[in-house]
C-alpha cells in the first residue's frame, strides 16, 4: 500500500512497484489509509509522513496495534526528530525526499526476504522443547516462533525489533557494529544512515525494560557497535 498526499509522487512509486511485479493500492488520506489496511492486510506500506486528517506518525501507530506490516516511512522533512517519532511509533525504514523509486524498490524487497511471522500481534505461548531458545536472565527467546518473554511476560516487538534482537543474541558476547547489523537485517546494499541501528536499539532497550546505562540486555560498545549483556 502506497499512502501518499502527492499524487504525481504515489502514481510514480506505484508504477515502480507494479513493475516488480507487486498488486498496489494507492490511498491519499491517513484515515482512509488506516480504513483500508484492516481490509487488504499488506506486506509492505510505504507511508508519507504529511498526510491530511491523520499524519504518518498517527497512521503508523494505530496500524501497529493491529499490523505486523513493514513500513516504509517517506518524509520531507530532514529534521532528526521527524525521523525518532516516526520509528519510534513502528516505523521499519524512513527514506527523504526526494528519493531514487530504485533505492525504496530494494529496500522493499530486503524486508521481504525477512520471514512474515511476528511477535508484533500475538502473545507468547509455551515454547516447544525443540525449538532453539536463547536466554539472557530474565530474557527468553524463542527464535523459531519469534516470541520474547521477560520474566515470563510476553514482550510485543515489530518484525525488524525482534530481527535485531536476533542477530545480536546468536553469538552472545560478539560485538557487532552498525554495518554489520544492517547487512544482517536491512541488507548488504542497503543504503542510507547508519543511526537507524541505534534509533531501533533504544526502542529495543525501552520494551525489554533495559537501559544503556544498565546494559543488563544490550551493550553500547563505543567506537564499535554493540553486544548481549550478561542479564544482570
Keep these: 500500500m502506497v499512502i501518499e498526499d502527492e499524487r504525481e509522487l504515489a502514481d510514480l512509486i506505484g508504477t515502480y ?3 516488480e511485479g507487486f498488486d498496489i493500492t494507492i490511498v491519499h488520506d491517513g484515515q482512509d489509509a488506516v480504513d483500508l489496511i484492516r481490509q487488504i492486510d499488506p506486506d509492505v506500506v510505504v507511508l508519507d509522513l504529511g498526510l491530511p486528517r491523520l499524519d504518518g506518525v498517527e497512521v503508523c501507530r494505530q496500524l501497529r496495534t493491529f499490523s505486523d506490516a513493514y513500513v516504509v516511512m517517506l518524509t520531507a522533512r530532514t529534521e532528526e526528530v521527524d525521523t525518532l517519532i516516526g520509528l519510534s511509533v513502528g516505523a521499519d525504514d524512513y527514506m527523504t525526499k526526494p528519493f531514487s523509486p530504485r533505492e525504496l524498490m530494494a529496500r522493499i524487497q530486503v524486508m ?73 537485517i536491512w541488507g548488504p546494499d542497503w543504503v542510507g544512515d547508519t543511526h537507524l541501528v541505534d534509533v531501533h536499539i533504544g526502542h529495543l532497550r525501552r520494551k525489554l525494560g533495559d537501559t544503556a546505562s544498565r546494559g543488563a540486555y544490550i551493550r553500547t560498545v563505543r567506537g564499535v557497535g554493540y553486544r548481549t549483556g550478561d542479564g544482570q
Excluded at 536463547?134 to 520474547?148: K, M, Q, S
Excluded at 530481527?163 to 544482517?184: K, M, W, Y
Design 112 to 184: 521481504l526476504r525477512r520471514p512474515r511471522s511476528s511477535t508484533a500481534l500475538r502473545s507468547p505461548s509455551a515454547a516447544s522443547d525443540h525449538r532453539e531458545l536463547r536466554r539472557i536472565g530474565a530474557l527468553a527467546i524463542d527464535v523459531e516462533g519469534r516470541e520474547v518473554t521477560v520474566d515470563t511476560t510476553p514482550v510485543q516487538l515489530t518484525r525488524t525489533e525482534f530481527d535485531l534482537l536476533a542477530a545480536l543474541t546468536r553469538d552472545p558476547g560478539l560485538v557487532l557494529s552498525r554495518t554489520q547489523l544492517i547487512s544482517a
Design 17 to 19: 512497484l507494479t513493475r
